[in-house]
C-alpha cells in the first residue's frame, strides 16, 4: 500500500527557506491524486499548506501563498514543500499526506518536527 | 473564508459511553466534502469519515459520521480506551481549499 515519508531540516533560522521531501512508496504516483502538506504548530490545531496535482498544478493557502512552493518530481515519486522568510510562527510538525477521491486526507507521513530559532 | 467551530472544546467521558462531537460550517460545505481525523500525541492524523458519513478503511463500526449544509456530527457509540484523542473535522473545496475545524478533546472522565 502507499506509503509517504517526510525528510528535511529539523532547525532552521529565522529569515530562512524550510525544505522538506515527501516520499512516495507502495503505489503509483501517476494516479490522479492531489498530494499536500499540513503542519500543526506545538499545542494548536491543523493547517492545510497546500497541494500539488500528478500534472503539476498547485493551490496554496491564501495565507501562506505568498512564501510557499510545492512542486513534485514524478521520476524520484516524490514532492516537495518549500516556505521562505521562515519565522519562529512556522515552528510546527509538517505531514504530507494524499488527497482521496473524496477530498479527505487518506494517507499520511509520520510528520517531521521543524524548529525555526536563532 | 469557510470556518468550521466545533463544539464542545473537550468532552469528559467514560469507556462504554456515547460520544456526540459537533462541527458547524459559517457556509454550506461543497458536496458534503466533509471529513472526521482522530489525532493522537506523537501520530499522523488518522482518517475516520470522508463524504460526511462513509467511514474509511478500517474503522470500526462504533464511529459515524452524519449531517449536511453546515452541520456536522461524529458519534462514538460506545467508547473503547483507545479513542480518547482530539478530534477534527475539515472541509474540502471552499476558500481557502482545505480547513479544519479547531478540534474537540476527548478525555477520560
Known amino acids: 500500500q502507499v506509503q509517504l515519508q517526510e525528510s528535511g531540516p529539523g532547525l532552521l533560522k529565522p529569515s530562512g527557506t524550510l525544505s522538506l521531501t515527501c516520499a512516495v512508496s507502495?503505489?503509483?504516483?501517476?494516479?490522479?491524486?492531489?498530494w499536500s502538506w499540513v503542519r500543526q504548530p506545538p499545542g494548536k490545531g491543523l493547517e492545510w499548506i497546500g497541494e500539488?496535482?500528478?500534472?503539476?498544478?498547485?493551490t496554496y493557502n491564501p495565507a501562506l501563498k505568498s512564501r510557499v512552493t510545492i512542486s513534485l518530481d514524478k521520476s524520484k515519486t516524490q514532492f516537495s514543500l518549500n516556505l521562505s522568510s521562515v519565522t519562529a510562527a512556522d515552528t510546527a510538525v509538517y505531514f504530507c499526506?494524499?488527497?482521496?477521491?473524496?477530498?479527505?486526507?487518506?494517507?499520511w507521513g509520520q510528520g517531521t518536527m521543524v524548529t525555526v530559532s536563532s | 473564508e469557510i470556518v468550521l467551530t466545533q463544539s464542545p472544546g473537550t468532552l469528559s467521558l467514560s469507556a462504554g459511553e456515547r460520544a456526540t462531537l459537533s462541527c458547524r460550517a459559517s457556509?454550506?460545505?461543497?458536496?458534503?466534502?466533509l471529513a472526521w481525523y482522530q489525532k493522537k500525541p506523537g501520530q499522523a492524523p488518522r482518517l475516520l469519515i470522508y463524504?460526511?458519513?462513509s467511514r474509511a478503511t478500517g474503522i470500526p463500526d462504533r464511529f459515524s459520521g452524519s449531517g449536511s449544509g453546515t452541520d456536522f456530527t461524529l458519534t462514538i457509540s460506545r467508547l473503547e480506551p483507545e479513542d480518547f484523542a482530539v478530534y477534527y473535522c475539515?472541509?474540502?473545496?471552499?476558500?481557502?481549499?482545505?480547513?479544519f475545524g479547531q478540534g474537540t478533546r476527548l478525555e477520560i472522565k
Open positions: 507502495g503505489g503509483s504516483f501517476s494516479s490522479s491524486h492531489w
Open positions: 457556509q454550506s460545505v461543497s458536496n458534503s466534502y
Open positions: 499526506a494524499r488527497v482521496s477521491g473524496w477530498a479527505a486526507f487518506d494517507i
Open positions: 500539488v496535482y500528478h500534472s503539476g498544478s498547485t
Open positions: 475539515q472541509q474540502y473545496g471552499s476558500s481557502p481549499l482545505v480547513t
Open positions: 463524504g460526511a458519513s
